[in-house]
């Protein structure tokens, strides 16, 4: 076996592995697991117009954003 | 697909309704009989206020919160609420409100009438919709919700009508940086342990191969691949995850202490560089999974630490959850609403009943009673008039009134009272833990050895990497991480153990000091005796009617009537109720009825004085007397009876050297009867909250740890000065929040129990630490001498471990055989 094929499985694997750390660890700075409740039952209540409203919601808070900016 | 699945519910569900012959609120789901519901369409609804409700939510379009709450019962729409333009005002938002980076006002509220995961859905949705709110997030364990939006497109009072349009109410808190901050702390951690578990688990993996490689033979090219993959995947855990202990480590030694973290941090980071020395040089072995694993489990361990102390932020939001801000005062003849700190001496305030009073002052008109269990746990309503004092804290039953003011609120009663019990709370004297004290001296000691090892294989002589790699493997070896899990480990198992048998530790470091316990204080009433009295004694003469006395205790519901009723309900003997055509309750007396001129009176001595009529009867215990046409028909003396285990508590205690003191606000004669039957020598009666606590200082300045137990209002000031404070579950909401154990089940054998878990779990502590020790007595000495081959120093370091963890089972074995 040669040096490359360790090389490339080894780097491969944490690489995979890494993304999937970095996507947790964003969940968590993003407060995604502050309440577990919450998070359990999202998926319950998870459907499409839901999805709709959290779209327009975020359209909303950029308009809102705008509106609000005042230069000092 | 998903309507048709939620209208196919609601039809289920109507035709059940129909069945059954019982109408449902439509909004409420309570359940009323058809003729006072009111029909809307093909709804029925129990009020106005969930009428108004159903078609404020249909409008909105969130209708789909009926398909899930499912049969989830709600509170109906009827509560009355101050004016909400309250929270428009300037000192409001100077307390409460906050402006984010992005310019957006932030309050934190807590909402009430949340029941389900749906209540949260529904109040996020409302609010989402509502034009300028730019985001509501509600947590579901504490009910806390965070709100954000643009002040110039919508006021907050507005956000607040919002909130009580749909049937819930919310008030504001002070999301105090104490909060903020634990909240940091713990996601930090989070992130860290997170980093430094993926890490240690691949490397892991990597250094099987090459510890298999150690053995049958690796190629050197291999062996560097597997070195670099390790030391990639090792940096992140010593650099992100271990921060925290080169932090530690230089406030340490800024303070000029050795602490373990300074041992965690240059053992790990010693090693890590002699192993990219070794991955560069490709000679010898890297020690890339001792670096992460160190750092892992001395991390795991600390963070066990950070999660088992309360938060202390909580307690103080629910105390200012009790007083409301504003008082009604007369100005200009016109009735104003006032912030509490604006009152001046002298203000005529306005008290309407079922109000708590704020503050302290003289009634100028009006009369009624008064309920002062808040301050004094005298369970009697106290009946005041013209020119009498009404004291801050306690609360209006009937009385509307007005009173002149005496003292500002700054120097009033309730005041005061909050900022003792802050100053009890922040007082609690620490005893610094055995922990840290063993590991200053473990620190120094392995360093020094390592040094000194290192110069005496350096000048006995051996090559410069030789000696420097038995001096790195006497840090490695010594492990911290079996002295770094000795408490954590121990204490978690401990309090899950409690919970179990329903004692709520609050905060792990209490297991401890409750194993240093050496007087234990325990309040009477409601703690060692049940609250409430049970007939001990009957004596009945001519003319007693059962059915006349039944329903005259009936209507009353004070201890001592429903005493009586529950001992007539037992006694077998047919009863039937009778109805009085006129009946009245006399405060701190007793009960007077008619039936056909027939006049019945049930009360104590006093009332019997007051109408004249004769008794001669004597006790030590409550007395109820029964007059029938002003002759004495019966007699019944009642007594509290005292809780099941209270004398094997006590006995038990004084086996291991507790003593144990009651303290009561009772008279002498019932004390001394109580402590009597349970075996208690020492007692303190009629004391005041205030004589309480100066008990508890004057104790502990005579060196004591005290447990103090308790479960009202009254005790509170003595349960947060005492070192550990303990509270029956039943108690009150403050007394549940300034104790640090509490007892869900209301027993004694759980106090007991208690007392034995933290004896146990602190005695195996103890042993944790021996074996950490003993370990390191071994190990150390044949690390200097170099005999420790990698293999050995890894397996022996997480042996080490796994030996405290599985020390600690134990205690689960040690008590269920006590």
């Known amino acids: 076996m040669d040096d490359w094929v360790i090389v490339m499985m080894l780097s491969g694997s944490l690489f995979l592995g890494g993304i999937a750390l970095i996507a947790f660890m964003w969940g968590v700075k993003n407060g995604q697991f502050d309440d577990e409740e919450k998070y359990l039952n999202a998926t319950k209540f998870d459907n499409v117009e839901d999805l709709q409203a959290a779209v327009e919601k975020e359209k909303k808070i950029e308009e809102l954003k705008k509106k609000s900016y005042r230069p000092e | ?818």
């Open chain 2, 1 to 818: 697909m998903l309507k048709s699945i939620k209208n196919s519910k609601k039809i289920d569900y109507k035709e059940n309704l129909k069945l059954s012959n019982k109408i449902i609120c439509s909004h409420c789901h309570l359940e009323f009989s058809k003729d006072v519901m009111i029909v809307d369409g093909s709804h029925y609804f129990c009020c106005n206020g969930c009428q108004g409700v159903f078609h404020l939510l249909s409008d909105e379009g969130l209708d789909s919160f009926y398909a899930k709450t499912g049969d989830v019962k709600l509170s109906p729409q009827t509560a009355q609420y101050e004016d909400s333009s309250n929270f428009n005002a300037l000192a409001f938002y100077d307390k409460f409100v906050k402006i984010n980076s992005d310019g957006f006002s932030e309050v934190s509220l807590i909402i009430e009438g949340i029941h389900c995961s749906a209540c949260i859905w529904l109040n996020e949705k409302a609010l989402d919709k509502m034009e300028g709110v730019v985001e509501a997030n509600i947590n579901f364990t504490n009910n806390k919700a965070t709100i954000t939006w643009a002040d110039s497109v919508v006021k907050l009072s507005q956000i607040i009508d919002m909130i009580r349009a749909i049937g819930y109410n919310a008030y504001p808190y002070d999301a105090s940086l104490q909060e903020v901050h634990a909240n940091k702390e713990r996601k930090d951690y989070y992130l860290k342990m997170s980093v430094a578990i993926f890490a240690s688990m691949n490397i892991m993996w990597i250094a099987v191969a090459q510890y298999a490689g150690f053995f049958s033979g690796m190629e050197q090219g291999v062996k560097t691949i597997l070195n670099i993959a390790e030391g990639i995947l090792a940096t992140p855990v010593l650099f992100y995850s271990g921060w925290v202990f080169f932090r530690g480590s230089y406030y340490g030694l800024k303070n000029r202490v050795v602490n373990m973290d300074l041992l965690v941090a240059t053992g790990a980071s010693l090693t890590y560089i002699y192993s990219i020395f070794i991955t560069i040089s490709g000679k010898g072995e890297a020690y890339f999974d001792s670096v992460s694993m160190i750092i892992t489990f001395v991390l795991i361990g600390k963070f066990l630490e950070v999660i088992s102390k309360k938060n202390a932020a909580d307690t103080l939001d629910i105390i200012g959850k009790h007083l409301p801000s504003e008082v009604n005062v007369i100005q200009n003849e016109k009735i104003v609403s006032l912030k509490l700190e604006d009152v001046l001496v002298g203000d005529i305030i306005v008290v309407s009943s079922g109000e708590k009073v704020l503050l302290d002052g003289l009634i100028v008109q009006g009369e009624g009673s008064f309920d002062e269990s808040n301050l004094t746990g005298e369970s009697k309503a106290i009946y005041k008039s013209l020119g009498d004092k009404v004291v801050s804290g306690t609360i209006s039953i009937d009385a509307d009134i007005h009173f002149k003011a005496t003292r500002d609120f700054e120097h009033s009663t309730l005041s005061n009272l909050v900022s003792l019990l802050e100053t009890a709370i922040n007082k609690k004297p620490k005893i610094e833990q055995l922990a840290n004290k063993l590991s200053e001296h473990f620190s120094t000691t392995i360093l020094s050895l390592s040094v000194l090892t290192f110069f005496v294989w350096w000048f006995w002589p051996h090559s410069f990497e030789e000696s420097l790699m038995v001096g790195i493997s006497v840090i490695v070896i010594a492990c911290p991480c079996a002295l770094g899990l000795a408490t954590p480990v121990a204490t978690l198992v401990g309090l899950n153990l409690g919970a179990k048998k329903g004692i709520l530790f609050k905060e792990a470091a209490q297991l401890e000091t409750m194993a240093k316990v050496d007087l234990l204080l325990v309040d009477k009433t409601g703690t060692l005796t049940v609250g409430k009295p049970q007939v001990i004694k009957e004596e009945r003469f001519d003319g007693f009617n059962i059915n006349m006395l039944y329903s005259l205790v009936k209507s009353s519901k004070h201890p001592i009537s429903t005493g009586i009723t529950n001992y007539l309900e037992n006694s077998k003997e047919s009863i039937n109720e009778i109805l009085f055509n006129e009946f009245s309750q006399i405060a701190a007396r007793g009960i007077v009825a008619k039936y056909n001129d027939i006049e019945v009176i049930g009360g104590n001595k006093k009332l019997m004085n007051e109408h004249n009529i004769e008794h001669q009867y004597e006790s030590d215990k409550s007395l109820f007397y029964v007059a029938i046409d002003k002759k004495i028909v019966a007699i019944y003396e009642l007594s509290d009876s005292i809780k099941d285990g209270a004398k094997e508590l006590v006995s038990s205690l004084s086996k291991i050297n507790i003593e144990t003191i009651m303290l009561t606000g009772d008279h002498k004669k019932s004390a001394q009867k109580v402590a009597k039957t349970i075996g208690i020598e020492n007692i303190h009666y009629e004391l005041s909250p205030e004589d309480k606590l100066t008990l508890v200082e004057e104790f502990q300045k005579e060196g004591k740890v005290i447990v103090m137990v308790g479960d009202g209002v009254n005790d509170i000031l003595a349960l947060g000065r005492a070192d550990i404070g303990i509270v029956m579950g039943s108690g009150s909401d403050i007394a549940v929040d300034v104790s640090d154990v509490v007892l869900l089940n209301n027993s004694l054998h759980s106090l007991l129990a208690a007392f034995k878990i933290s004896d146990t779990t602190f005695k195996l502590i103890k042993q944790n630490f021996a074996i950490s020790l003993v370990y390191n007595a071994i190990t150390i000495p044949l690390a200097m001498a170099g005999y420790v081959i990698p293999l050995v120093a890894a397996l022996s370091m997480s042996f080490s471990s796994l030996l405290v963890v599985g020390n600690s089972m134990r205690i689960k074995y040690k008590i269920n055989r006590k």
